[in-house]
């Protein structure tokens, strides 16, 4: 029998609720779970319902501070046998079958990133990653940081630039596919054979953290330093660039509300849409 690694799932705690509140524990997980409690307190004594494979109390302004503890905390421990690691949000309501079944089908269709779909009664930012009915896997260019799943090589090649965001915003659409660029390791996806619920509204929005920055003001930084990061590596290796990647990633800007060309963009592939489910309506 080949050996496989077992993934890891990184979950959120605040220390105080109950851990893993928002988890159905329906049966035996496929991965290990790491629980982290974002206080930094140390409550590891009100776990008590369940045993995680890796804990760790630190202090986590945000997602992207929480991101990058956690690894820090495998490097320094040298752990480094996993096949995919996930980090969901503490107010994510999944089970841990979906959580089975979404890295096997990851895993069936050998994807470099992904995340599942969010159900319709989420609170959520993106559209893109709302769960569409009759879609398995849906290729995306990048996934939210709000629950997203990188392979081994991805999240280890993104480690020494992982403290650059203290909120996490533009570590998911600029950063990690950047990486996955440079990798070529790029097969992204939305996995909508599998829901999950985002079950509080979205906080981070009009905070200043600990760098004195907004949420925005993080995204931008990370959108340049990403563009050099991106045509120095293509300069070093005198690769030719894809301008598809510049042009819907590397340089679509993000800002409070949605601007018009970015609306406006989306009315052909609205009418292609809409021609199809009237097809499909024909054949019923």
């Not at 590397?250 to 989306?266: C, E, F, Q, V």
């Amino acid at each position: 029998m080949t050996y496989q690694s077992k993934s890891i799932v990184v979950i959120s705690w605040d220390g105080e609720t109950e851990p893993l509140s928002h988890i159905l524990l329906d049966t035996v997980s496929s991965f290990d779970i790491f629980l982290i409690d974002y206080s930094g307190k140390d409550n590891l004594s009100k776990v008590i319902n369940f045993k995680p494979t890796y804990y760790l109390s630190k202090k986590s302004e945000c997602k992207g501070d929480l991101i990058n503890n956690v690894s820090q905390y495998l490097i320094q421990h040298s752990i480094i046998d996993f096949k995919y690691i996930g980090f969901l949000d503490d107010d994510i309501f999944i089970s841990i079958s979906d959580l089975n079944k979404l890295l096997f089908i990851a895993t069936l269709e050998n994807l470099d990133a992904f995340q599942s779909s969010l159900t319709h009664d989420s609170y959520f930012h993106h559209r893109q990653f709302i769960h569409k009915p009759g879609c398995i896997v849906q290729e995306t260019p990048w996934v939210e940081i709000m629950a997203p799943f990188y392979s081994n090589e991805i999240f280890t090649s993104a480690a020494p630039y992982l403290n650059k965001s203290i909120s996490g915003t533009g570590t998911d659409v600029y950063l990690i596919p950047t990486i996955q660029q440079i990798l070529g390791k790029t097969k992204t996806a939305v996995i909508h054979a599998v829901q999950m619920k985002h079950c509080r509204p979205i906080r981070t929005g009009n905070r200043i953290f600990s760098n004195q920055k907004s949420c925005l003001q993080e995204i931008h930084e990370m959108q340049g330093f990403c563009k050099t990061l991106f045509f120095e590596f293509y300069a070093t290796h005198k690769s030719q660039t894809n301008r598809l990647f510049i042009k819907k990633v590397l340089n679509r800007n993000y800002s409070n509300g949605i601007p018009l060309r970015y609306k406006l963009a989306r009315v052909i592939p609205m009418i292609k849409n809409l021609y199809k489910l009237v097809v499909d309506a024909s054949y019923r």
